[in-house]
């Protein structure tokens, strides 16, 4: 992820699951909802907000690794978005 146009803020950060690096993009994000608000005690948010926080980031990219090819596949930010919501839905029943 990159969180504006500096270079400079590129951040790589690897996860051994999708699941898992679905979680830690929820993580990411509540990390600055609580950052921002750090009086609320409880917060809460939808995948509206979710989307809203990923599309205001400069760059937002997934490298998977695909074992057919033995190599890592890029992803975009829409398809963040879309295993992010299949993650909660997962999640929520």
Known sequence: MQ???SR???TFMDYDSISQAMDGICGLYERKLKDLNPATGNITYDIADLYNFIDGLADMSALVYDHRIQAFLPNDRQWIKQKLFQHLKKLAH
């Open 3 to 5: 969180t504006s146009q």
């Open 8 to 10: 400079a803020t590129r």
